[in-house]
Nanobody, 129 residues
Framework: QVQVVESGGGLVQAGGSLRLSCTVP?????????????MGWFRQAPGKEREGIAC????????YYSDSVKGRFTISKDSAKNTLYLQMNTLKPEDTAIYYC?????????????????WGQGTQVTVSS
């Protein structure tokens, strides 16, 4: 069974940084490789819909950022470690949310549009003012 596992969330003061990580164990059971996956980070704040904030193409050479995080967050895909990262700098209280990692072998581009992704359980990020 393919799983998506996020880590790295926590409590941080405004202006601080966090790095989220995402691994996808079990790919070999479906004949997939990490390099086959378009991947992204989504977040859901209380009372709001889940939104795609940073996504990367399967090849890793194209990225997309929402306006709310552009210039502060960086998504990267390390094929040697089979890990997706989200470096979050200059965090703001409005970044407080549950952050989810998604992976989709059927998507190609970086635009956070996934036909049938694998989802993680989410990791909480809380930014205090």
């Amino acid at each position: 069974q393919v799983q998506v596992v996020e880590s790295g969330g926590g409590l941080v003061q405004a202006g601080g940084s966090l790095r989220l990580s995402c691994t996808v164990p079990g790919l070999e059971l479906r004949g997939l490789r990490f390099d086959d996956l378009a991947m992204g980070w989504f977040r859901q704040a209380p009372g709001k819909e889940r939104e795609g904030i940073a996504c990367i193409s399967f090849s890793g050479d194209s990225t997309y950022y929402s306006d709310s995080v552009k210039g502060r967050f960086t998504i990267s895909k390390d094929s040697a470690k089979n890990t997706l990262y989200l470096q979050m700098n200059t965090l703001k209280p409005e970044d407080t949310a549950i952050y989810y990692c998604a992976a989709d072998p059927e998507a190609a581009g970086p635009y956070c549009v996934y036909p049938d992704p694998y989802w993680g359980q989410g990791t909480q990020v809380t930014v205090s003012s």
